[in-house]
């Protein structure tokens, strides 16, 4: 099945890093992806690893995904305010069509 | 260049009644998705078009409609609304007919139907 799991709260000190987990449940996923939603926004698409990759680190933001285990996770360095949002974790599910399957997302919270 | 723009950005609308939403994708991007975010939810998947044809349909009932114009623009219709469709619609744009490296997604069109 079709199935993305996630933590729905997270709270950091500024300045702390941040770690978000996701689980998913088809092992046929491509391209897995982190989405970020600020309050009364769209999507904002942060960054995405293609599922033969251990890691994948872009500036304050490192993913690491764990293929055996269908688990997923980003960590934000140095975790500042304006990085308070919901983070989506999504897989790329590949059928007839490709789709995208988003988890319900966490919200982080950070606290001056 | 624009994003992926959405019209309009809020609505209201009364149970029973129909609603045409409408996106426009990323000029050059030929798919565009088609997604429900009820509040506090992750989004869920209505459609994908490519190339103007329905590639994918999500679990929604036949309510739900969408179709694609030769511009690649698109079109979601709901008739007969309900109050459980009261959600964040988002429309989402890639290059490919796959999401390899990810949607742009519009801000969305906020729908309230009392």
């Known amino acids: 099945g079709e199935d993305v799991e996630q933590s729905l709260f997270l709270s950091v000190r500024e300045g702390d890093s941040s770690v978000i987990n996701c689980t998913y449940t088809d092992s046929s996923s491509t391209y897995l992806y982190w989405y970020k939603q600020e309050p009364g926004a769209g999507l904002q698409l942060l960054t995405y690893?293609?599922?033969?990759?251990d890691m994948k680190q872009d500036q304050r933001l490192t993913v690491l995904l764990n293929k055996k285990d269908k688990h997923l996770s980003l960590r934000i360095a140095d975790t500042q305010t304006g990085d308070s949002a919901i983070y989506f974790c999504?897989?790329?599910?590949?059928?007839?069509?490709?789709?995208?399957?988003f988890g319900p997302g966490t919200s982080l919270s950070v606290i001056p | 260049d624009a994003g992926v723009t959405q019209s309009p950005t809020h609505l209201i609308k009364t149970r029973g009644q129909h609603v045409t939403l409408r996106c426009s994708p990323i000029?050059?991007?030929?798919?565009v998705s088609w997604y429900q975010q009820v509040l506090g939810q992750g989004p869920q998947f209505i459609f994908q078009y490519y190339e103007k044809e329905e590639r994918g349909r999500g679990n929604f009932p036949d309510r739900f409609s969408a179709r694609q114009f030769p511009n690649y623009s698109s079109e979601l219709n709901v008739n007969a609304l309900l109050l459980g469709d009261s959600a964040l619609y988002l429309c989402?744009?890639?290059?490919?007919?796959?999401?390899?490296?990810?949607?742009?997604f519009g801000s969305g069109t906020r729908l309230t139907v009392v």
């Open positions: 989402a744009s890639s290059t490919l007919r796959g999401t390899n490296y990810g949607y742009t």
């Open positions: 690893i293609f599922s033969n990759m």
């Open positions: 999504a897989e790329s599910v590949r059928t007839s069509y490709d789709k995208v399957i």
């Open positions: 000029s050059g991007h030929k798919s």
